[in-house]
């Protein structure tokens, strides 16, 4: 059996190289020097972007955070809605088995499915009686407006299109665009889902919070109709038998 030698150019390595050629019993190969080298360079490289990716993803979350910290202030009502829909929405995507980049994306999108209310008068957010059509309507541009900001802002995919889309329901009678069940996002049908049982367990402007038990028969009344019924099902899960609790760090 041949046997494979690495040698440098130098004089040891020369003479251990004309013994051996003389002897017939070796292959030997000669690599030039620096290919060890090369090696750590490129371990140094990789190791470079990981780590620039990964500062570049904590800017991003924290600029996220801070957007949704902004949205709140505006609007007492809202303060913490964001980050509960985001906290319920992730523990039913988890539930759900869902990948992680699905996941990750409904957190984002959690993060921000408000985004767009930054344009609603302050008066019409925390009005305490019913809105007026013309109120409701207005109200009801908020995912448009959201996905315009952050598709201007080149945010990743799909988390613009999740927001866009979080007020979908799966029989066609939601908004934006009145969009069924194909056609709507599976992150989406989590965050509307989430979206729902947080804002129906919550205190609102015009009315006290009405309990997670009366949130989770809201949607479980709808499953199947205006919402997935695998995400019901999940939410419910997590809710009634694992015991799932908003809580006040992000």
């Not at 934006?176 to 979206?195: C, F, H, S």
Request: glycine share 6%.
């Amino acid at each position: 059996m041949k046997t494979v030698l690495i040698v440098d150019d130098n004089k040891e390595d020369l003479r251990t190289l004309k013994t051996l050629l003389e002897s017939h019993d070796y292959k030997v190969v000669s690599e030039a020097n620096g290919v060890e080298a090369l090696i750590n360079e490129r371990d140094m490289g990789k190791q470079r972007l990981e780590e620039a990716l990964q500062r570049s993803e904590r800017a991003l979350l924290a600029t996220i955070r801070a957007i949704a910290l902004t949205i709140e202030k505006r609007d007492p009502y809202l303060s913490g809605h964001q980050r509960r829909v985001t906290q319920l929405a992730f523990a039913i995507a988890n539930e759900m088995g869902l990948s992680g980049n699905q996941t990750e994306s409904i957190r984002r999108a959690g993060l921000l499915h408000d985004l767009g209310k930054i344009q609603i008068p302050v008066e019409i957010l925390s009005k305490p009686i019913p809105l007026t059509d013309d109120e409701l309507a207005l109200i009801r541009t908020h995912p448009q407006a959201s996905y315009e900001i952050l598709t201007a802002a080149e945010f990743p995919l799909p988390v613009p299109n999740v927001v866009l889309q979080h007020h979908e329901r799966i029989d066609g009678s939601g908004y934006p665009a009145g969009l069924r069940n194909g056609q709507i996002l599976l992150e989406a049908k989590v965050l509307a889902v989430a979206d729902v049982v947080e804002a129906i367990s919550s205190n609102r402007p015009y009315r006290p919070a009405l309990g997670m038990a009366r949130a989770l028969d809201e949607v479980h009344q709808n499953r199947g109709v205006a919402y997935d019924s695998d995400v019901v099902d999940a939410c419910v899960t997590i809710v009634a038998e694992k015991e799932f609790a908003f809580r006040s760090e992000w």
